[in-house]
């Protein structure tokens, strides 16, 4: 059992040493955008469109992040457990995404942004991982 | 040996298939419906709320389908689908961050929450027919 221990901590390192920095950019590049570094940026055209989309990219290393994670777990159970947080937290996410999405289009609710959808499943990881948790006790 | 199926893979896909037909059927029918009462008829706040969310009812018998068809399938079937999930979520919450900083940021023509939905099923069966062609011997 303790011997696993090792090598679950190995890919969890490995993980948040590949997500903190992805974060760090992730943030810079918002700032950027939102004119908080002290120029105000011009999203005319191609060049302005990929500025805007720019903080997609480093959430997309992220996601990558997710992944090598899940590939490096060397301990099943762990992996399992994280496995079934994911497919709870996209489960929960899409009857989110569907029931508002119904609503705003057709009972006038406000409209919620698309790139609250990655944000709305991180925080629904973070409670499934809570549960899944508590279940596996 | 990946490409043999077991009878009864063969027939939990055959059940997988009836149900998720089924429910695709009444997702686009409660869809249409509730669209047309709600434009065409003079309706109290609550019924335009109740009608706006009646397509999530089917959408819900889809992921009971889907649900029922994962937990009847073996081990490496499940894990086939479980990748397929996993990376057709990530692509889709990587794309709805892009897309959602230019709508916010460059003016992008704005897309309802409605449609991350479809794009999750688009993507996962794109992602599933590459991830079981990678298992393929």
């Known amino acids: 059992m303790f011997a696993s221990k090792p090598k679950s901590n190995a890919a969890s390192r490995n993980y948040a040493r590949r997500f903190a920095p992805f974060m760090v950019l992730y943030v810079f590049a918002v700032a950027a955008i939102s004119g908080w570094l002290g120029f105000s940026p011009d999203f005319d055209g191609w060049a302005g469109a990929a500025l805007a989309a720019s903080p997609a990219l480093p959430i997309g290393g992220v996601i990558w992040a997710m992944g090598r994670y899940l590939d490096e777990q060397q301990d099943e159970f762990l992996r399992l457990k994280q496995v079934r947080s994911i497919l709870l937290a996209v489960g929960f996410t899409m009857f989110v995404c569907t029931a508002w999405g119904f609503a705003s289009q057709y009972a006038g609710l406000w409209a919620l942004p698309l790139y609250m959808v990655f944000p709305m499943f991180c925080f629904a990881w973070g409670a499934a991982s809570a549960y899944v948790a508590w279940r596996y006790r | ?137």
């Open chain 2, 1 to 137: 040996m990946a490409n043999e199926f077991p009878d009864s893979m063969k027939r939990a896909q055959g059940r997988y298939t009836r149900s998720m037909i089924g429910a695709a059927l009444a997702y686009a029918a409660v869809l249409i419906a509730a669209a047309l009462a709600i434009r065409n008829l003079e309706l109290p706040q609550w019924a335009v709320i109740a009608l706006a969310l009646a397509p999530v009812a089917p959408a819900l018998l889809m992921l009971r389908a889907y649900l029922r068809f994962v937990n009847e399938i073996d081990e490496f079937h499940r894990r086939i689908q479980s990748e397929a999930v996993m990376i057709a979520a990530g692509i889709v919450g990587f794309g709805s961050l892009a897309y959602g900083f230019l709508e916010e940021w460059a003016g992008f023509p704005h897309l309802p929450l409605i449609w991350v939905l479809p794009a999750l099923m688009f993507a996962y069966g794109v992602t599933a027919c590459v991830v079981r062609a990678r298992y393929r011997d």
